[in-house]
């Protein structure tokens, strides 16, 4: 694993961040490779009405937009018990809804708002959070980056660099929460990592009762042996520092340096990007 960073100048159009120019990368000995890196099918079985509400969209508009059928449509399917509202069906006409509410057509939820997807490089001292009254939340650095309703697949601590996607499409996120996502980390530790230390990540630990498998693990190439790669596909935040405490060492710095097929190029530390129409398939292959 080198330690070269692919941030750099690029086309990417986001907010900016502390422009850290330092390249920082993760490849390792094999196996790791160089950073380039309905139709209805039914009716609902219990019609019951819900309470109007007096602001929102019109449900045959937010169906319609959300690109399933024409609202004239979307009033017979509404009629015959397909549609739910907060788990709830709703088959009155003129109902309104809100752009948070949970919408589902035939049992599949839906939304009025394009699907988007934004890839970010986080800088240092951004909490991955959508909750008010966290200081600087990766929310501030992705505002001017969409409409949409996008929040982050996975966590970044605070203090963690590198890359964090963010989606508004609900299957895509439905999917990845239950295969989970593989992502390379450069890890920083206090000392060296013993090579017998090393073994017992690849092969696998238990930590406080619950199994914590990696995909990779390798030292940094012309680096130190308190540097290391890691491909994992837990998405947590603090699996990989409880990881390395578990075997006595304290993580000085992580940086995500890929996401699944996701990479650095081009997108410098702090600024965010919209993913090409290729990247967006790719997730198709996961």
């Not at 907010?15 to 039914?42: L, T, V, W």
């Not at 989970?180 to 450069?186: I, N, P």
């Not at 699996?239 to 997108?267: M, P, Q, S």
């Amino acid at each position: 694993m080198s330690r070269q960073d692919q941030s750099g100048k690029g086309k990417a159009s986001g907010r900016g961040g502390d422009n850290n120019r330092k390249r920082s990368s993760a490849r390792g000995n094999a196996p790791f490779k160089k950073e380039s890196f309905k139709k209805p099918s039914g009716r609902q079985n219990t019609v019951s009405k819900a309470p109007k509400k007096s602001d929102g969209i019109r449900l045959n508009k937010y169906i319609a937009h959300s690109g399933i059928c024409s609202r004239r449509e979307a009033d017979m399917y509404i009629a015959t018990g397909l549609v739910t509202v907060n788990g709830k069906v709703v088959n009155e006409m003129g109902y309104q809804v809100k752009l948070d509410d949970d919408v589902r057509f035939d049992g599949r939820r839906i939304s009025p708002e394009p699907n988007t997807y934004v890839l970010l490089n986080k800088p240092k001292g951004f909490a991955t959070t959508t909750s008010d009254g966290k200081g600087q939340t990766v929310m501030d650095l992705v505002a001017n980056a969409t409409t949409a309703r996008i929040t982050p697949i996975g966590r970044l601590g605070r203090n963690a660099t590198g890359l964090l996607f963010f989606t508004n499409d609900d299957q895509l996120k439905e999917k990845l929460s239950k295969k989970g996502m593989a992502r390379l980390f450069h890890v920083e530790l206090d000392k060296n990592l013993k090579a017998a230390d090393l073994q017992k990540i690849k092969a696998g630990l238990t930590i406080d009762g619950k199994d914590v498998m990696v995909e990779e693990v390798s030292y940094v190439n012309n680096a130190p042996k308190k540097e290391v790669g890691l491909k994992i596909k837990h998405m947590g935040n603090s699996v990989i520092r409880n990881l390395f405490e578990h075997l006595g060492y304290d993580v000085v710095r992580v940086d995500c340096v890929t996401i699944a097929h996701l990479t650095k190029k081009d997108l410098p530390r702090g600024r965010w990007k919209h993913l090409s129409k290729a990247e967006i398939e790719l997730f198709g292959m996961l």
